[in-house]
């Protein structure tokens, strides 16, 4: 069965649509290390023709020059990741300061809240502490975001402390509810979106810029997700595993496409053996 996730609004959304931004950030790591192995076939494959004739010389050319292209593009992946992490580690050191103890997780671009500062026991609406730390939350992300946002929605940005390229924009950032597995499904899908969307709503209420900032394509940054206790960051069944996976996630995607990225990289490729066959 899948999980129950609802959007900024409060509406349901796809389990599709859900599965798709979420694997995209899991994917990540895949997909940089597809292109690595692609560019060394193609390496590969350069050394080879070297022993062919000299009808071979403009494909080894056309080659080098894909495969140059490429790694620049990796390492343009590569700098994404880089800001995104050093995004939420600016986030975390702020809340640090104001004794708001969070975990990122960098290789998925998470940053988590326990859920002990947030809520008590088996409850949805924030306790005073947590809304005292979504306050937090909410002014380090005023001044961090407009930084990683469309510029054209982010008037705050001109305080950002160095600047940051076009290509390391935020396409979203979702609010992520979690619970252990104690008690039944049903019970939790509903406690983790709960939780997810009262989060949201003080973040909001005490934020300057939630609501306003939009990606690239003129599109609310923020969505909200209930996943229950179906997708634990601690498999065990021992109370801290529980304290573990009862949580508040902020996930952060950045916009860039790794397919779009190996599409590139073939049609260079497939150009690059035209034009040696051509007359």
Known sequence: MASTNIDEWGLVRSDQEETEESYFVSMTDIMVGLLFIFIIMLMVFGLMLKIETESTRNTQAN???????????????????????????????????VGVRVIVREENGVLQLPDEILFASEEYM?????RLAIGHLARALDAILPCYANSASSPTASGCLSAVPETAQLEAVFVEGHTDKDGTQQYNWSLSARRAINTFIELDGQSRIATKLLNENGQFLFSISGYGENRPVRLGDTDEDKDQNRRIDLRFVMSVSHEEALERVQSRLEAAIADDDSP
């Open 63 to 97: 080659l080098r020059q894909v495969v140059t292209e490429t790694k620049i593009e990796v390492e343009d992946i590569q700098d994404v990741d880089s800001l995104r992490t050093q995004m939420l580690r600016d986030i975390e050191g702020r809340l640090n300061d």
């Open 126 to 130: 924030l306790s005073t502490e947590g």
